[in-house]
């Protein structure tokens, strides 16, 4: 919601734009998250909507990297803010301010990179070298290191609640019966499928081939987890993770054997 006065006009950057209607001053508050006027509302919404509200929202609403990737829809002018590389508001969590003196009639503009999950300058109509080259760092978030307990996935840089954790990791997976993983004989073997395996109705979800090990199969347990993974065995943030920060989720929520075991990985 929108804390000074404003108007919407034809823009020079894109479309129509939102425009100041009084003086601003450099620090002073312009807009703040309101849930009585701002609707929010989550993924199922969305997709249950006919494809002309999908449409309408795709274009006036954004997926909120401080509120864990729920759609936002601003109640007023707001939802015409355009986009710019050097924008005269800044963005903190559930507000934004001016970053410098706005004269009555000069655009507001702001950086969508700052609070859009999953934004890129694609969305703007422009690609990027790495939109034309499918650069293999894409969708990178993270990498292996030396963890506490072995190795563990961390964090390359900050990343926002909600965001899908291993996109592009598309290796195939099999169901090996725990009957089958018993009998193997070799002791060291076995531990891998322990180690690396979700339990799931009795058998133990594995890669087709362990040498296709990648990122995910990495991340470490934790009861205080900043990752959570859902039914399709997709991992998302759970909170805000800095750079640096060891990604974790609770074993126990998506693999049978997991409290059974846990005891034993530390040793």
Request: hydrophobic content about 40%; proline content about 6%.
């Amino acid at each position: 919601m929108f804390l000074i006065r404003t108007r919407v006009g034809p823009s020079s950057i894109h479309g129509t734009g939102v425009f100041a209607d009084e003086a601003v001053a450099a620090g002073q508050p312009v807009w703040r998250f309101n849930p009585v006027f701002d609707r929010m509302f989550p993924d199922a919404d969305f997709d249950a909507a006919p494809p002309s509200v999908q449409a309408f929202l795709r274009e006036y609403a954004y997926r909120a990297t401080d509120l864990d990737g729920s759609w936002v829809l601003s109640g007023d002018h707001a939802r015409f803010l355009n986009h710019s590389d050097e924008p005269n508001t800044i963005e903190r969590p559930f507000e934004s301010y001016a970053a410098v003196d706005i004269a009555a009639g000069d655009e507001i503009t702001c950086d969508y990179g700052a609070f859009c999950l999953d934004w890129t300058r694609a969305d703007l109509g422009e690609e990027t070298a790495a939109d034309q080259l499918a650069l293999p760092h894409r969708h990178l978030h993270t990498r292996i290191k030396p963890a506490q307990h072995g190795v563990g996935v961390f964090a390359l840089h900050d990343i926002p609640a909600g965001v899908l954790l291993f996109e592009g990791d598309e290796g195939d997976t099999v169901r090996v019966p725990v009957s089958v993983v018993d009998a193997i004989p070799d002791e060291a073997v076995r531990r891998m499928y322990l180690d690396f395996c979700p339990e799931e109705d009795g058998a133990l979800i594995a890669p087709v081939d362990f040498n296709q090990l990648t990122i995910g199969w990495h991340v470490n347990h934790s009861e205080t987890p900043n990752v959570v993974v859902d039914a399709d065995m997709q991992f998302r943030s759970k909170a805000p993770i800095r750079a640096g920060e060891e990604l974790t989720t609770d074993y126990r929520t998506y693999s049978a054997s997991a409290q059974r075991l846990i005891g034993t990985w530390t040793k």
